[in-house]
């Protein structure tokens, strides 16, 4: 698959995150019927998320569910998260990117995975450096086993640094022979169901388990930076409504 630029960016901008996005009841409402993902298919995951929190948010239980099945499993965060909060100085964003590594690290413990990856590349700026993160990428595939998912953020997500690490993946996976499986985080705040936007026909959702389920909700409560207020006033990066969203809607892959 080739690393086309279907980017949503303007989608996603139209709706601010503080705003809530597409109610949680809209999704569950729609109760869409999708083909099952197959995860006897993987025989190793890399999961790929371009700021700490993406992976779990994202595809955290379907990861949590290869783990308990025997399946190598680690996770790569394109950066370290610093620039969730632009007021923060120089040094409080130094110090957002250490809380953020050490929250993905028990995330990561959390859904039985291996000590995580950070390549630390600029947040927000992934798309400057979109080459050098194909280039590590290839590094780190080469060498897995044929047929090794790498799950990233889908390449239409909206988020800039979503789309950026997408269309890295996608690259990297197209030259190392890995499968790329692209996972959404934004879509559920910007879009509906049936959205011509969203390529559904290659729409897989993972069959979950209350007890994966579970073990998502415990990662994500790791990522205490991203669902409390800053110290310095403000709202967090991750509203109520927009967490329980994505703790609600089930995990969906285009593959």
Not at 85 to 101: A, D, K, M
Not at 105 to 115: N, Q
Request: with cysteine; aromatic share 6%.
């Amino acid at each position: 698959m080739t690393a086309a630029r279907v980017g949503n960016g303007t989608r996603f901008s139209a709706r601010p995150v503080p705003d809530g996005g597409t109610p949680t009841r809209v999704w569950v409402d729609a109760n869409m019927q999708l083909p099952e993902l197959d995860l006897a298919r993987c025989p190793e995951l890399v999961v790929i998320g371009a700021h700490p929190d993406d992976e779990t948010l994202g595809f955290g239980a379907t990861a949590t569910l290869l783990a308990g099945a025997g399946v190598r499993a680690q996770i790569v965060s394109a950066t370290d998260g610093g620039a969730a909060y632009p007021e923060l100085s120089v040094l409080q964003r130094y110090q957002l990117e250490r809380t953020r590594q050490d929250e993905l690290r028990r995330a990561a413990k959390v859904l039985g995975m291996y000590a995580p990856v950070s390549l630390g590349l600029p947040d927000g700026r992934v798309a400057e450096h979109e080459q050098r993160l194909t280039d590590l990428l290839i590094e780190i595939l080469d060498g897995k086993p044929v047929g090794t998912w790498c799950a990233a953020p889908w390449r239409g997500d909206g988020h800039p640094d979503h789309e950026a690490v997408g269309r890295a993946a996608a690259a990297a996976a197209e030259q190392t022979g890995a499968v790329l499986v692209e996972y959404p985080v934004w879509m559920w705040h910007w879009s509906f169901p049936g959205d011509e936007a969203v390529p559904w026909q290659r729409a897989r959702m993972t069959r979950l388990t209350a007890a994966a389920l579970e073990t998502k909700r415990r990662a994500a409560r790791c990522f205490e930076s991203q669902y409390t207020a800053p110290t310095l006033g403000g709202e967090p990066v991750l509203p109520p409504e927009v967490l329980h969203r994505l703790l609600t809607v089930g995990e969906v892959a285009f593959c």
